[in-house]
């Protein structure tokens, strides 16, 4: 790298994170604010929501809005190098547009790198503890709401539940299927099957097992009481609020696996997480460019209409990022489709702004 790169990228670095810390201070205040009420209700002292909860949140804030921030920070530093003609002073010497761009390409790899590895291991260890936080002192309590659940815990068992009641951990009106093919194999029935901690067994009342076999010849036994272990435990009751974000890149993969296998409904959200971790580095570089491209032409309005700009694109980002995640979930459009959709536009916009561009 030439002097002149080197230059351009320590600006464009020291810039992103000044911007970084800027917001987090300003976002931390109106957090604070917001939940000033809760934290004094639970009597938690100030030490101990710094530790278990803003230790934690701030990072996560600052790595979800990284594409956001270093677009803001590509726009102030090169609508400030054309403000000061110094792009004018580049392309005059036989740099062409592209080259320009290399320090900050360069920057936005850096930073992307971070990105991945913050959103892929290092942000979901400290969002267990700041989830976990949220639901304890932030949330209201959460009850299972869910009737009639049928849960696929292996290739051929099914679980049936009327009811759940989380705060007994008690089933209602339990079946456990196995099936081989299309043919049952056995039922197990129990009007009431309860948690016991103690011994990490179900423990189920008056039960009867329907049994079949290959020439389907059916028996029944009957019982008063029985302890069985299950693939299924009270935690797949519990509150899923923001479950998600809590998984490293190994753990998010392995809880999609086990939604697959039990043919969970639900599982759009975790491969829809997959796939934005993936598409975020490459969403900083994108924004990195086009703020480049969008900041490099000089103005006589300065520096302020340029920035201005980049604060008006980096809003439609966030638009298409939230309306793009929220039709996945619903099962509108692919996960896959849906985390590319807002880096697709923006390659379109960039190359559209390229094209006219001085260069």
């Not at 975020?280 to 300065?302: D, M, W």
Request: hydrophobic share 45%.
């Amino acid at each position: 790298m030439k002097k002149l790169d080197l230059y351009i990228l320590k600006k464009f670095l020291v810039t992103y994170f000044f911007v970084v810390l800027m917001l987090m201070l300003v976002i931390t205040v109106i957090d604070i604010t917001e939940k000033m009420e809760d934290f004094m209700k639970n009597e938690l002292s100030a030490g101990f929501v710094l530790v278990e909860y803003y230790f934690a949140f701030i990072p996560y804030m600052a790595n979800l809005l990284s594409p956001i921030t270093i677009f803001i920070a590509t726009i102030f530093v090169t609508a400030n190098l054309a403000a000061r003609t110094e792009i004018i002073a580049m392309l005059s010497s036989g740099m062409s547009l592209m080259r320009i761009m290399y320090p900050f390409l360069i920057g936005s790899i850096i930073i992307g790198l971070l990105v991945f590895y913050m959103a892929g291991w290092l942000i979901p260890q400290g969002n267990k503890s700041r989830i976990e936080f949220e639901k304890k002192y932030i949330k209201s309590t959460y009850y299972f709401s869910g009737k009639n659940v049928h849960i696929k815990t292996s290739p051929t068992t099914y679980v049936y539940l009327e009811s759940y009641n989380s705060m007994m951990d008690i089933g209602y009106q339990f079946t456990l299927e196995k099936v081989v093919g299309n043919k049952l194999v056995s039922k197990l029935k129990a009007g009431r099957i309860h948690w016991i901690d103690s011994i990490q067994k179900w423990h189920m009342d008056q039960y009867f097992i329907r049994s079949f076999d290959n020439n389907g010849m059916e028996s029944i036994q009957y019982g008063k009481e029985k302890d069985t272990i299950l693939t299924i435990t009270p935690k797949d009751f519990e509150d899923t609020y923001m479950l998600f974000e809590t998984f490293n890149m190994q753990e998010l993969e392995h809880q999609i696996d086990e939604l697959k296998a039990r043919g969970a409904e639900n599982i759009d959200t975790y491969i829809v997480e997959k796939y934005q971790r993936y598409t975020y580095p490459f969403s900083v570089i994108i924004l990195t460019l086009i703020g480049v491209i969008a900041a490099s032409r000089k103005s006589r309005e300065g520096a302020g209409l340029p920035i201005a700009f980049g604060f008006l694109l980096a809003f439609v980002y966030i638009i298409f990022m939230i309306t793009s995640r929220s039709l996945a979930n619903v099962g509108g459009i692919g996960p896959l489709l849906a985390s590319w959709i807002p880096n697709l536009v923006f390659i379109v916009i960039g190359t559209v702004m390229y094209r006219y561009v001085p260069k």
